[in-house]
């Protein structure tokens, strides 16, 4: 038998590993360059993840108001991200913190509210658990081979407009 893993379930643990980074760099835990660092590749891996294979994959009449809503999110996460990234964590502690601090209302609102609130649900009630499961398999593969080759890098080339989707 062939492992699967459905795509929503993997999504939302890429969530909460984000929400972990994030409480460790506020939270002062290590060094917040790395940490940061790590936060940046796996939000930037976990969006193009989504732009490239899951939002296209789950686009339907019932889904495509909330994914254009959505790659329109990234991009204004991505602005902040890319900002941040100009930024050392402690030099310019203050500017940075107040950054991650309205990063992480942004994550809240969309990650939390509307994937996990809203878009998951439809998705859940419009694709069997096949579907899902291939869903996720490529995202786990892309996602896999994107995070070694620090994507934050890529983040700045992403903030003139937001991601295209089909149809
Ligand atoms: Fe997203
Ligand atoms: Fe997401």
């Known amino acids: 038998m062939k492992d699967t893993i459905d795509?929503?379930?993997?999504?939302?643990?890429?969530?909460s590993e984000v929400d972990g980074l994030i409480e460790k760099i506020e939270e002062g835990q290590g060094d917040r360059a790395a940490?940061?660092?790590?936060?940046?590749?796996?939000?930037?891996?976990?969006?193009t993840v989504e732009e490239k294979i899951f939002y296209?994959?789950?686009?339907?009449k019932h889904t495509t108001e909330l994914l254009h809503e959505s790659v329109e999110e990234h991009l204004g996460i991505k602005r902040v991200l890319a900002?941040?990234?100009?930024l050392d964590p402690d030099e310019d502690e203050e500017e940075?913190?107040?950054k991650l601090a309205f990063l992480k209302e942004q994550l809240t609102h969309h990650a939390h509210e509307e994937e996990e609130g809203k878009l998951f649900p439809l998705v859940r009630?419009?694709?069997?658990?096949?579907?899902?499961?291939?869903?996720?398999?490529?995202?786990?593969?892309l996602f896999?081979?994107?995070?070694?080759?620090?994507?934050?890098?890529?983040?700045?080339?992403?903030?003139?407009?937001a991601a295209p989707l089909p149809g």
């Open 96 to 98: 940075f913190d107040a």
């Open 35 to 47: 940490l940061f660092s790590e936060l940046a590749d796996k939000l930037a891996a976990h969006a």
């Open 125 to 141: 009630r419009e694709l069997d658990d096949d579907e899902l499961a291939a869903l996720g398999n490529e995202v786990l593969a």
């Open 7 to 15: 795509v929503l379930e993997l999504l939302a643990s890429q969530h």
């Open 83 to 86: 900002d941040m990234l100009d």
């Open 56 to 60: 296209p994959g789950v686009m339907s």
């Open 144 to 161: 896999e081979t994107l995070i070694d080759q620090s994507p934050r890098l890529h983040v700045p080339e992403e903030t003139a407009e």
